[in-house]
């Protein structure tokens, strides 16, 4: 926990960046208060991707729900409430008012299975899509997962409640304050530890059988997990036990397994023998010994699935619907320790191998791959011109990994703290799933961008990976400086819709709005042979006026098509994420003023610009490669055992290495080729100096 003097830098901090969003945004602060929450909680897998829809009443029997998101295929309902505080310094409160808060949102869920409740909502109102939701699913929901978002801090390390039963389905009680709130953020590796008391959920020790040499690095266990243990797990934590690729795979497109609840249900004496197990990793582990002498595993720091994560939800969903004896079920698990310092580079690798037989592709992995470094690098170096009214340039900060704006700003003393942000300031940083958002709305594909961060990002990396595997080049200075255009418009639209005054009259799916308007105009211009001039609004750092004035007319029009879905879909959410939705805005013809020829360009344009930037590419990677080269020489005899030992040696690349080693570095250009083809293949390992040098990269 942080010290009392830190917590309220903290909260200070916190709060201007709260303010800072919601004035950015146009939204009121309780709304930019629950995205900063929402967005840290999805990314944690405390919740899916929630959509935001404040439904309140007052009274002795009010209700208050903030936001929802609702996974059929599991029969899970993720539900948020906000306990947000507007003080300036930090609050505590005990554990009444979550008590309060969990009865609010149960006395929602007991009002919407009647029907003179849903009857008596504004049909385009949030309350009416939950209450509408809840009661037409019915029976489907076998388990609502419910968290608190507070910005207080709460007197009891106890972040959760018993688990309850509420119309028919099990509810587990979750809390994020303020204290979980940073721990949270500052997390290693992205995600939060989880502490397993497993004695204590076991009710005894689990027994485990060493599988690695006593003089390893890396120890390995084999486990017998019970099934009642590995879903009793996943029941109180969720998507929190699966490694972060994993889990976005999971979140976006996994569905439970039939196979697997079919055996669960009618054969769960061959559950062991039939099912592959699972393999998971782990931070630390605290084996003690039974009665009887044998070890077996009383706590495990940080438990991380990274295969399995079907048999997992199956379990739990078998369990949940009662079909299965979870009691006569035992799963294999291979279980490793991995030191903290080494988890950012040995978990994917895990988790990567582990997925080969499942249908899991290089893009479920994006989160690791080059193209972030390369991004990362290229904001580091890259200025932005500067904007109208500042004499400085200022540079866009790509974060690559959640929080490092944050712990860079961390590493500095106040003054070089203050020089950082003016060179990198708050409302210049560009986070992964942004990115995605921003990209897929130009695409233009709105309709994915509405389906939520997780999902949106998931579609991105495999667009992304395959232009990686075939056209490097394009990732350059000017992919970077079209990316932060894109950012600029994309934020300039969610602005001027939050601070509209037809917005302000019946607010709701802004989100949704914003990507629909932008990806309206982009398909209009398209068919009309244009594209937005993105170096324009690079060397401006601003939206062509022009450009602003189209926006304003579009937005209006396009909300009213957005929410106005057909009679056969009800919720304006998920009416948003599919492809009928965009099909439907892309048939509808808005009036819009201004000429917009001189915020736009030509296709041919375009395809000249796209040639001179991929030559710009192709130079860059040669000096890149080069440097690699220059950087990396005194190391050309470790290179040259490690691709004799892997048997991956070429005659070319056995060429180029000779010449480094007589001192030439004026390689020729079959020399050039061999020896890359030959740094290529050693990206297929997990060492050498090609991995040395990347790892280098990334600090």
């Known amino acids: 926990m ?41 990314d944690n897998g405390d919740t899916a991707d929630l959509t935001y829809a404040p439904v309140f009443r007052e009274g002795a029997r009010g209700y208050q729900v903030d936001g929802y998101a609702w996974d059929a295929e599991r029969g899970e309902l993720h539900v948020a409430i906000s306990d947000y505080h507007a003080d300036e310094n930090l609050q505590t409160i005990n ?38 939701l809840v009661n037409q699913a019915g029976s489907q929901i076998k388990r609502i997962r419910c968290v608190i978002f507070s910005n207080a801090r709460l007197s009891t390390r106890k972040k ?72 009793r ?37 061959r559950f062991f023998a039939y099912n592959n197990g699972i393999t998971a990793t782990a931070n630390g582990l605290v084996i003690e010994k039974d009665e009887d002498g044998r070890p077996g595993i009383s706590q495990i720091r940080n438990l991380q699935i990274v295969n399995g994560g079907q048999t997992t939800a199956s379990l739990l969903y078998a369990g949940d619907r009662g079909s299965a004896d979870l009691s006569k079920i035992f ?35 994006f989160s690791n791959h080059e193209f972030h470094v390369e991004m990362q690098k290229i904001s580091r170096r890259l200025a ?14 790509y974060e690559r990994a959640r929080g490092q704006y944050r712990t860079e700003c961390g590493l500095r003393t106040t003054a ?17 799933t942004d990115l995605a958002k921003y990209q897929m709305s130009f695409r233009p594909a709105p309709h994915v961008v509405s389906t939520g961060a997780q999902k949106c990002f998931l579609e991105f990396a495999k667009e992304i990976d395959q232009q990686w595997q075939t056209s490097r080049t394009t990732f350059n200075d000017a992919f970077f400086r079209e990316m932060v255009a894109k950012a600029i418009i994309f934020r300039w639209v969610d602005k001027h819709v939050g601070t509209s005054d037809w917005y302000k009259e019946d607010r709701g799916y802004k989100a949704n709005i914003v990507t629909y308007t932008i990806g309206w105009l982009v398909d209009h211009l398209s068919r009309e042979g244009r594209k937005l001039d993105f170096d324009m609004v690079w060397k401006e750092q601003d939206v062509p006026e022009e450009l602003q004035v189209a926006f304003t007319d579009l937005a209006p029009q396009v909300a009213g098509v957005v929410k106005s879905p057909p009679p056969s879909i009800s919720n304006i959410s998920e009416y948003a994420k599919k492809e009928i939705c965009w099909k439907a805005l892309c048939e509808g013809e808005f009036d819009f003023t201004g000429n917009l020829k001189a915020s736009t360009i030509g296709m ?96």
């Open 384 to 397: 932005a011109p500067a904007a109208a009214g500042r004499l400085a340039t200022t540079k866009w900060f």
């Open 2 to 42: 942080p010290e009392e003097s830190s917590i309220e830098d903290d909260y200070r901090e916190f709060r201007e960046e709260l303010l800072r969003d919601a004035e950015f945004s146009g939204e009121p602060q309780r709304a930019a208060f629950f995205q900063m929450f929402a967005e840290l909680a999805a």
């Open 95 to 132: 554990m009444d008012r979550p008590k309060q808060l969990f009865g609010r949102v149960r006395r929602f869920f007991q009002h919407s299975a009647g029907e003179d409740f849903i009857d008596s909502l504004e049909e385009t109102s949030p309350a009416f899509e939950l209450a509408n």
């Open 416 to 432: 070089e703290k203050r020089r950082f942000q003016i060179e990198y300031p708050r409302n210049q940083v560009i986070q992964k």
């Open 604 to 699: 041919e344009e375009v395809r000249q610009r796209k040639k001179d930037n991929r030559s710009e590419g192709e130079i860059d990677i040669e000096i890149g490669f080069d440097t690699f080269v220059l950087e990396n020489v005194n190391r050309i005899c470790e290179l040259e055992d490690f691709a004799k030992r892997k048997r991956i040696m070429t005659p070319s690349a056995a060429s180029a290495i000779r010449k480094l080693r007589s001192g030439r570095i004026d390689l020729a250009r079959s020399d050039k080729k061999g020896l890359k083809q030959l740094l290529g293949k050693l990206d297929e390992f997990s060492a050498g100096p090609r991995a040395w040098a990347r790892e280098k990269e990334r600090v």
């Open 331 to 365: 799963v294999q698990m291979k279980l490793t320790v991995i030191d903290p310092d080494q988890v950012d580079t040995v978990v994917p690798l895990i988790s990567r191998f582990a997925n080969t037989q499942n249908k899991v592709s290089e893009a479920d992995f």
């Open 160 to 231: 959760t409640l018993e688990a309850e039963e509420v119309i028919g389905a099990k509810m587990t009680l979750n809390i994020i304050d303020f204290v979980r709130y940073l721990d949270i953020a500052s997390a290693r590796g992205g995600t939060e530890p989880i502490e397993l008391e497993v004695r204590e959920l076991n009710e005894g020790l689990l027994p485990c059988l060493d599988a690695h040499d006593p003089g390893s690095d890396t120890q390995s266990y084999l486990v017998v997990m019970p099934g009642e243990l590995l879903a």
């Open 233 to 269: 797990m996943y029941g109180l934590y969720g998507a929190r036990l699966m490694e972060q690729n994993v889990r976005t795979f999971l979140q976006a497109r996994t569905k439970t397994n039939k196979g697997i609840i079919h055996t669960a249900s009618d054969q769960p004496e």
